[in-house]
């Protein structure tokens, strides 16, 4: 006789059937790549922080990560910078903008407003560290190898198509060469950028970078660290604050998670200490994020009680935090 379905999956698995049939969202177009994306393609991944993993759905397609990358290269810019220099160059603000607005950085602030955008994204990467372009892209890749736990792949075509076509993103970064928030050379900036865009993933990968964050930096199923945990807490608060598009702040209120969404249909959920969670879907809501993620993260959320602002009763853990310390 089998085992019995853990309960989880069964739930999972109501969940996937519940959404598989709404055909609502567009797929990106603007990247000419991404356009040729399968809309039909639906997976559902989570793994808790002792490494267990459910899943359901398609969770083996590749797809490129797109802006959920700059969560990553966020943290490596922390650890290898500290917080007041990337501060100096990338503030914490939500915008309300879109997320390749080029006005606000000209207009008002000259420092991009966070790193969820694309104009804080490009600064942050041009803040990694390396000898000439293929080593800060190497160490690129063994950062994200460490949070998937295998072997890293760039899509080539993404790449190219976005390097050829992304000239707003390149106007943003002459702007803020020109405003000295980027001292780096912009072309080998703006490629490491398109690269981290490129990385190719599935759902489970996503679900296991979501659960690395969960678990204070550690990767549950290899036990590598990918981040030192003292960075977790400033990711996570821009994740909750600016990770959604224009989104942000109904997601805030409505489903209370750090999370993170990319143009190529993923949607990453991060519960602190408990789980990491990724939704795939590629067809996308006006927002920019993606019409199935966000129901199920919405469903995820109630039924688990997830939102940020139902956090258990008691204050134990609040009377003894200055007991604790010397
Ligand atoms: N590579 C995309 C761009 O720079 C990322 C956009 C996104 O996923 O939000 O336009």
């Given amino acids: 006789m089998g085992e019995a379905e853990h309960p989880l999956q069964a739930y999972l698995d109501a969940l996937y059937l519940k959404y598989k049939p709404l055909s609502e969202g567009k797929l990106a177009s603007y990247i000419p790549e991404l356009a040729k994306a399968d809309p039909d393609c639906f997976s559902i991944c989570i793994v808790t922080v002792d490494g267990q993993i459910f899943e359901v759905g398609n969770a083996d397609q590749l797809f490129t990560i797109q802006s959920i990358s700059k969560v990553f290269v966020y943290g490596m810019a922390l650890?290898?910078?500290?917080?007041?220099?990337?501060?100096?160059?990338?503030?914490?603000?939500?915008?309300?903008?879109?997320?390749?607005?080029?006005?606000?950085?000209?207009?008002?602030?000259?420092?991009?407003?966070?790193?969820?955008?694309?104009?804080?994204?490009?600064?942050?990467?041009?803040?990694?560290?390396?000898?000439?372009?293929?080593?800060?892209?190497?160490?690129?890749?063994?950062?994200?190898?460490?949070?998937?736990?295998?072997?890293?792949?760039?899509?080539?075509?993404?790449?190219?198509?976005?390097?050829?076509?992304?000239?707003?993103?390149?106007?943003?970064?002459?702007?803020?060469?020109?405003?000295?928030?980027?001292?780096?050379?912009?072309?080998?900036?703006?490629?490491?950028?398109?690269?981290?865009?490129?990385?190719?993933?599935?759902?489970?990968?996503?679900?296991?970078?979501?659960?690395?964050?969960?678990?204070?930096?550690?990767?549950?199923?290899?036990?590598?660290?990918?981040?030192?945990?003292?960075?977790?807490?400033?990711?996570?608060?821009?994740?909750?604050?600016?990770?959604?598009?224009?989104?942000?702040?109904q997601w805030a209120y409505q489903v209370g998670i750090p999370a993170k969404s990319g143009v190529s249909g993923g949607i990453l959920a991060v519960i602190p200490n408990q789980v990491g969670i990724a939704v795939f879907s590629p067809p996308l809501d006006a927002n920019g994020n993606s019409v199935r993620g966000i129901k199920v993260c919405e469903d995820l959320s109630h039924q688990f009680e997830l939102h940020m602002f139902d956090l258990p009763m008691g204050c134990s853990h609040f009377l003894q935090t200055l007991e604790n310390k010397p």
């Fill in 79 to 249: 650890a290898e910078h500290g917080r007041e220099k990337v501060l100096s160059k990338v503030g914490v603000e939500p915008t309300g903008d879109p997320f390749n607005s080029i006005i606000r950085l000209d207009e008002y602030s000259k420092r991009p407003d966070n790193p969820m955008v694309n104009a804080g994204a490009i600064a942050t990467t041009s803040l990694i560290q390396g000898t000439d372009p293929t080593d800060r892209l190497n160490r690129m890749l063994d950062m994200f190898r460490n949070y998937i736990g295998h072997d890293v792949y760039i899509d080539m075509s993404v790449f190219m198509s976005e390097r050829s076509t992304g000239h707003r993103n390149r106007a943003m970064a002459h702007l803020m060469r020109h405003f000295g928030m980027i001292d780096a050379n912009i072309d080998e900036a703006l490629d490491l950028y398109f690269q981290q865009c490129s990385l190719m993933v599935n759902c489970c990968d996503l679900a296991v970078m979501a659960a690395t964050l969960a678990n204070k930096g550690v990767n549950p199923i290899t036990g590598d660290r990918a981040v030192p945990s003292h960075c977790i807490r400033d990711i996570l608060s821009v994740m909750y604050t600016c990770g959604m598009y224009n989104y942000a702040g």
